[in-house]
């Protein structure tokens, strides 16, 4: 009798020292991919000047998008910020991610900036043709 209470025991004691994930915490990969649309939601939200001028919020798209609502993201984030070593992982990945965006964004505005090859050559056409009479040329 004694070992079947003992069994019991160390059995229930194996089963509540085990952390699983509560059941309406986001998954580790799902939980990324909120915060990044929601940290994306909160910029567009920032940069329109008319805050009416949004026919939509952006956030709340966030939630429907990905079929949650404020409480289970609250209980994924207390999740996660007490497992630091996740948090930190997921904070890394998604500052990367931002990191290559921002430089792809950077990319295509110095591109836009630069004179495309074709614009460097017809200028030069330009200056040549007015420093060489093309009629001289001809006629000698």
């Given at each position: 009798m004694a070992?079947?209470?003992l069994f019991i025991?160390?059995?229930?004691?194996i089963v509540s020292c085990k952390q699983d994930k509560p059941k309406d915490v986001l998954d580790k990969?799902?939980?990324k991919a909120v915060m990044k649309d929601l940290i994306l939601a909160q910029s567009i939200k920032n940069m329109s000047f008319?805050?009416?001028s949004l026919d939509f919020n952006?956030?709340?798209l966030v939630y429907k998008t990905y079929h949650i609502d404020s409480i289970i993201l609250k209980k994924s984030t207390d999740y996660y910020s007490k497992k630091?070593?996740?948090?930190?992982e997921i904070y890394s990945e998604l500052?990367?991610?931002f990191k290559h965006k921002q430089d792809s964004i950077d990319s295509i505005i110095g591109k836009a900036k630069k004179p495309s090859k074709k614009t460097i050559k017809s200028d030069k056409i330009k200056v040549l043709k007015k420093n060489i009479n093309i009629d001289k040329l001809i006629h000698h």
């Open positions: 070992r079947k209470i025991l160390f059995v229930f004691l990969t799902r939980f008319d805050k009416d952006p956030i709340e630091p070593e996740i948090f930190k500052k990367t991610e």
